[in-house]
Structure formats: structure tokens, C-alpha cells
């Protein structure tokens, strides 16, 4: 499996950024997908996850209800809606695929994307 996000960018602190996902592989359609970040001298952390169906999504707490985890399955494609964007955001954003139920750890996601950078300015 292979994963190429885009998206990524500079906003202004309260601005709207659209990741995208696009995944290669028959897994794709069978794997929860995920989308963690890391930002300079902090560890990757978890930022959303999303069934193989879609039907289940999960957020951490710090994007609840800002963020936006969506997967079109016939486009191998996985996006991440980010609104309401603040400097704390800024990171290098990753999607993982995990071929079986999702985790908000890291470590048990088996494919990873090469990353795209998010930054809020103030």
C-alpha cells in the first residue's frame, strides 16, 4: 500500500484547510484509516480515525468538533476537513492505514504517508 496526502499549507488562525489521502493497494476498502500529526520536538500524535466502512469515526478531543474525517472508498481516497484552524495545529499531518479496526496509537498502523505540512499563523 502506498499513500500520498496533499492538502496542506499556510492559513491564518480561524481558516479552513481539506487534507487528502489517496491510497493505492486492494486494503484500502477493508482498513481503518487514520490521520495523526507531529509538530516540531513533540511526538506524533493521534488526530482522527475512520472505520473501513465509514460508519465509524473518532476524534482526539483537541480537534472534536473542528475537524472532519471522511473516506470515499471508490477513490481510495481518505480526507481530513479542518475548520476553525488555531496555531496549535501546526504540523506535519500523516495518514496511516491500519488493516483492521482503528487505534489512536501510532504505532499499530501499518502504512504511512509521506506528510504535508499544516501551518496557522496568528
Known amino acids: 500500500v502506498q499513500l500520498q496526502a496533499s492538502g496542506g499549507g499556510l492559513v491564518q488562525a480561524g481558516g479552513s484547510l481539506r487534507l487528502s489521502c489517496a491510497a493505492s493497494?486492494?486494503?484500502?476498502?477493508?482498513?481503518?484509516m487514520g490521520w495523526f500529526r507531529q509538530a516540531p520536538g513533540k511526538e506524533r500524535e493521534f488526530v482522527a480515525a475512520?472505520?473501513?466502512?465509514?460508519?465509524?469515526?473518532y476524534y482526539a478531543d483537541s480537534v472534536k468538533g473542528r475537524f472532519t474525517i471522511s473516506r470515499d472508498n471508490a477513490k481510495n481516497t481518505v480526507y481530513l476537513q479542518m475548520n476553525s484552524l488555531k496555531p496549535e495545529d501546526t504540523a506535519v499531518y500523516y495518514c496511516?492505514?491500519?488493516?483492521?479496526?482503528?487505534?489512536?496509537?501510532?504505532?499499530?498502523?501499518?502504512?504511512w504517508g509521506q506528510g504535508t505540512q499544516v501551518t496557522v499563523s496568528s
Open positions: 496511516a492505514v491500519r488493516r483492521s479496526t482503528y487505534s489512536d496509537y501510532y504505532k499499530d498502523y501499518n502504512y
Open positions: 493497494g486492494r486494503t484500502f476498502s477493508r482498513s481503518a
Open positions: 475512520i472505520s473501513w466502512n465509514g460508519y465509524g469515526t
